[in-house]
């Protein structure tokens, strides 16, 4: 086995080489062609004369397309649902796995919340709809 050069050594074992990692770009994923998200027109300045930021645009990068499709199937539909039942509305394009953690996400950002649970077949499934806000 080649040495190694002493500057790409990492740790006190022998034999157990790491190599350096590179830092990771955070934008890596984004669409090259995004439209930038820069504060808006001058003529849009709050009070203290700060231009205001460009929510529209930062939303859509940050939010993930199923969890507006999950609020959108709650909606349409109108009463409590299930991952699976969701799994069924969206035609079966995600897993159940993924529909799952998304509602958990909006549930933890108190979006929707768990109305019932009920035993199927051994497991547990939630069913939510929009978090009551008192």
């Not at 529209?56 to 993930?64: D, K, W």
Request: proline share 10%; hydrophobic share 40%.
């Amino acid at each position: 086995m080649p040495a190694t050069p002493p500057s790409r050594r990492l740790g006190g074992s022998v034999g157990r080489v790491q190599t350096m990692m590179t830092p990771r770009d955070p934008f890596a994923g984004l669409p090259k062609d995004r439209p930038p998200i820069v504060p808006s027109r001058e003529a849009d300045a709050d009070p203290r004369g700060n231009p205001s930021f460009d929510w529209e645009t930062l939303v859509s990068l940050v939010v993930h397309p199923l969890k507006i499709e999950i609020i959108e199937a709650l909606l349409w539909i109108g009463e409590p649902l299930s991952a699976a039942e969701l799994v069924e509305i969206l035609d079966g394009g995600c897993s159940l796995g993924l529909i799952v953690y998304h509602a958990k996400t909006l549930e933890n950002m108190k979006a929707i919340e768990v109305v019932y649970i009920r035993r199927v077949r051994g497991a547990r499934e939630s069913y939510y709809f929009f978090a009551t806000r008192t």
